[in-house]
């Protein structure tokens, strides 16, 4: 089946300077980078995109929601925005679509964030995807909305914000969750392993020690793979970095990117 057209995606834009594109995961909105955007927007311009069929971005009814897509998508916004090139950071799937992404359009991507992603998607990602949609099929929203929040929120989190879990709760009775399973379908066949080592630019991999979802070890694999890359491990959290630990995560991309454009402003 042909990639259904480019959509205008739905994004909220913070501060001046050099571009930071951040990307959400499967389900999610822009919103994830919540409490992540007002602290790189003192420095950097932000832009917290919502991808085709979450927030409020359109769904179109004959997408298969495949990388492709979701690529030309994001090519179609650089070009609106007049961004030639950014830094692109992107959380679980939106990691998967950032990787892609830069492995793609290399000229487009200054350096790379992944958060909570992977070179391929594993069995176990798989695994717990299709037990998503299993309980949300057989039990309904209330019990996939409380599998949602175990597997992805490190425990002592959820306690200390249970407020968070009602909203999730709350929510998942109002979502189509159709664009989620469509994307969630193309990931299951996502493998970039092979081509990973061709990346040149900079690049960052932000992991969780408890993520039940991806793998820590798949951030040991990514900087194995990526020359030159930089790793920062996170531990007592969950795959939900940043909502879990939204300076951290500020921090870290910052750093990164301050350190990248002095690389790249050095003469010779």
Do not use: C
């Not at 090519?75 to 799937?93: C, P, T």
């Not at 914000?161 to 909203?167: K, M, R």
């Not at 709760?169 to 990973?196: I, N």
């Amino acid at each position: 089946m042909p990639d259904a057209p480019p959509v205008d995606l739905h994004y909220r834009e913070d501060g001046q300077g050099v571009p930071i594109v951040l990307l959400h995961g499967v389900g999610l909105s822009h919103t994830v980078w919540r409490d992540v955007v007002p602290s790189l927007s003192k420095e950097f311009r932000v832009l917290a995109v919502d991808l085709r069929g979450h927030g409020g971005s359109p769904s179109p009814p004959e997408s298969t929601f495949g990388f492709g897509e979701l690529e030309a998508d994001l090519l179609r916004l650089f070009d609106a925005k007049g961004i030639d090139a950014a830094y692109v950071v992107g959380h679980s799937g939106g990691a998967l679509l950032a990787l892609r992404f830069a492995l793609d359009h290399p000229d487009r991507v200054l350096g790379l964030v992944t958060i909570s992603g992977s070179a391929y998607t594993d069995a176990h990602t798989r695994a717990i995807a299709q037990r998503w949609t299993d309980t949300y099929r057989n039990d309904g929203p209330d019990a996939f909305a409380l599998r949602i929040l175990k597997d992805l929120y490190y425990p002592d989190w959820i306690e200390a914000h249970l407020d968070f879990a009602d909203q999730i709760r709350e929510a998942v009775k109002h979502q189509d969750l159709g664009p989620a399973t469509r994307w969630s379908e193309a990931m299951a066949k996502f493998d970039e392993k092979a081509r990973v080592p061709t990346l040149k630019m900079p690049t960052l991999i932000v992991q969780a020690m408890d993520d039940q979802v991806v793998d820590a070890s798949h951030g040991r694999i990514l900087r194995q793979s990526i020359p030159g890359a930089q790793i920062r491990i996170l531990a007592e959290t969950g795959h939900m970095i940043p909502l879990e630990r939204p300076n951290e995560t500020a921090e870290a991309i910052a750093g990164f990117v301050r350190a990248a454009e002095a690389r790249r402003e050095a003469p010779g």
